[in-house]
């Protein structure tokens, strides 16, 4: 019992001091891991990373891949600055790549550390799909969701280790593993995920509509991934995504809010497509 109470303790500590507030919706989320420590974690994996893997430098995609993240760099800066957000991407150290692997897949690690796979650039099409891509992988960044989801984990472990340390009979514990398992996932930790996906898909509207894209390709976007995934995705609520479906609707839903957030900037033409 009172090694259960000693855990429990450090679980409400934890939750109690380690806290960050979200600066697009001025909520308090978990950080558990500074960013003190994690970009430097996050430069070094993402060096190994590139060291592990095909960098395509000098192609007219690769060029296109640092130009559009140029793009919503500059977005991103304009847009922190004018909500009073000064200085907050000052331990940021952007770089771009593209690497050589048929995943269609991109992503930001935490400190704006960013990869494109080739694989993704088919169902891309265009400059302006790409850079609804980099605004929403870019906003995981902003909103440090990873930070939240290692926090999230942390917390999820100390609840399977202050459970069985409680549960003295054998088969009961088994049953609250098995138990604690599917739910804390299913019902915690897959919810989590999905709400951070709809967070970086509205930050990332807003960036690319800022940064001179049309964001209503966002959802064509979403159209051609669908069609790409053959109908393979998994329930939405076993999912760490929203469903296409719900996905195109909202981005349809969010991009005439975008269009005016970039009004406020003095954008209200969009670049051409950019097809390649």
Known sequence: ???????????????????ATNPFTGKSTLALVPNSQLFPTSFAQYN???NENKVIKGTKQAEMITRVGER???????????????????DYKWEYNLVDDKTVNAWCMPGGKIVFY?????????????AAIMGHEVAHALANHGQQRMSAGMLQQIGAVAGNV?????QSRNMFNQAYGIGSQVGVMLPFSRS??????????YLMAVAGYNPDEAAELWVRMKANSGGQAPPEFLSTHPSNDSR????????????EEAKKFGVTTYRPLGKF
């Open 1 to 19: 019992m009172k090694l259960k109470k000693t855990f429990l303790g450090f679980a409400a500590i934890a939750l109690i001091i380690s806290c």
């Open 48 to 50: 190994q990373f590139l």
């Open 72 to 90: 919503i760099k500059a977005a991103t800066e304009r847009w922190m600055n004018a909500n009073g957000q000064q200085g907050y991407l000052n």
């Open 118 to 130: 080739t694989g993704i650039l088919p169902i891309a099409e265009n400059e302006t799909a790409i």
């Open 166 to 170: 409680a549960i003295k009979d054998e």
């Open 196 to 205: 951070h996906e709809s967070e970086a898909d509205k930050i990332g509207l």
């Open 248 to 259: 195109i609707a909202e981005l349809k839903k969010l991009a005439p809010m975008a269009k």
